[in-house]
């Protein structure tokens, strides 16, 4: 006779639950508009108030997007209702240096899952927290900033990094690279950028956290990292969705420039539930 797997494999008990599955009221991802269009990049672009480079290869972007062929080398992707995503949510109007200045709601979210705890506890050099289209908190360390480390969120990072920035942005991952590369390009926001000076090693890891909460949100972050000779870093980011009915979207793309005898380590911890389609392109190269 077979005993019942939770008496049999105690250590089994719930396993295939999902645990990062509520949801926060938020009238900004409620109200939001739904479907892709010239319109709506130049609207994030204008909201941002991007350089005209940028706007330029944001709609470069979505030509291209337009253009190519959906994939047809792994899972079955025709269920996605492109017109049906929300592809620009701002939660908040200004980006916290403390947790308390967050709204309570997602304040709520990040204490639930642990985020300012790990900071709390120095297990972290600095933090980036993404809720839906843009982070909504970030710190980091004070010696590493005196050491020269930047570590901000990638729209900051634009304004004020400019020539870095379109350096090394779109080097390693083009426009045309792929259909889900050529919609980020068009609709990105968020994501972590990070400079690392020659010579200078960041011994506890940099993290990133990225949640969505809105049913049908599209999240498209866009994560630049530059590690310049002799240097080092850990960058560490996590995932989560609420469960909903119908699907989301998370399609990011990730370039890592490791310049001679510098070292990266990334590590990414995808906990996606399972209504979100989780497309993404993510690129390392090292000299």
């Known amino acids: 006779m077979?005993?019942?797997?939770?008496?049999?494999?105690?250590?089994?008990?719930?396993?295939?639950?999902?645990?990062?599955?509520?949801?926060?009221?938020?009238?900004?991802?409620?109200?939001?508009?739904?479907?892709?269009?010239?319109?709506?990049?130049?609207?994030?672009?204008?909201?941002?108030?991007e350089p005209e480079w940028m706007l330029k290869l944001r709609?470069?972007?979505?030509?291209?997007?337009?253009?190519?062929?959906?994939?047809?080398?792994?899972?079955?992707l025709s269920g996605i209702d492109f017109q049906n995503i929300k592809y620009f949510v701002r939660s908040t109007e200004k980006q916290a240096q403390s947790w308390e200045d967050l709204p309570e709601d997602i304040k709520n979210t990040y204490d639930r899952?642990?985020?300012?705890?790990?900071?709390?506890?120095?297990?972290?050099?600095?933090?980036?927290?993404q809720y839906e289209s843009e982070v909504v908190y970030h710190q980091i360390n004070e010696e590493l900033e005196a050491q020269g480390v930047i570590f901000m969120d990638?729209?900051?990072?634009?304004?004020?990094?400019?020539?870095?920035?379109?350096?090394?942005?779109?080097?390693?991952?083009?426009v045309g690279d792929n259909k889900f590369a050529s919609l980020n390009s068009a609709v990105w926001s968020g994501g972590s950028f990070i400079y690392v000076p020659k010579g200078v090693h960041v011994e506890i890891p940099l993290q990133?956290?990225?949640?969505?909460?809105?049913?049908?949100?599209?999240?498209f972050e866009r994560t630049l990292i530059i590690v310049d000779e002799d240097a080092y870093v850990h960058y560490v980011e996590g995932c989560t969705a609420p469960i909903y009915s119908s699907d989301s979207l998370h399609s990011a793309v990730v370039e890592i420039i490791v310049k001679k005898g510098g070292r990266?380590?990334?590590?990414?911890?995808?906990n996606w539930s399972n209504n979100v389609y989780n497309l993404v392109t993510k690129r390392a190269v090292a000299y």
Request: aromatic share 8%; hydrophobic share 35%; net charge negative.
């Open 59 to 76: 709609l470069k972007g979505l030509k291209l997007f337009g253009k190519k062929p959906m994939p047809n080398w792994g899972s079955d």
């Open 264 to 270: 990266c380590r990334y590590t990414t911890i995808q």
């Open 113 to 129: 899952l642990g985020i300012p705890e790990a900071e709390k506890q120095r297990l972290v050099a600095g933090v980036a927290a």
């Open 208 to 219: 990133a956290y990225f949640r969505i909460n809105t049913e049908n949100m599209g999240q």
């Open 154 to 174: 990638t729209d900051t990072a634009l304004k004020e990094h400019p020539e870095l920035f379109q350096e090394y942005f779109g080097t390693i991952i083009p």
């Open 2 to 49: 077979t005993l019942p797997t939770e008496t049999a494999h105690p250590e089994l008990e719930g396993l295939g639950t999902y645990e990062f599955g509520w949801a926060d009221s938020d009238a900004a991802g409620a109200t939001a508009k739904r479907g892709l269009s010239e319109a709506v990049v130049r609207d994030i672009s204008a909201k941002k108030n």
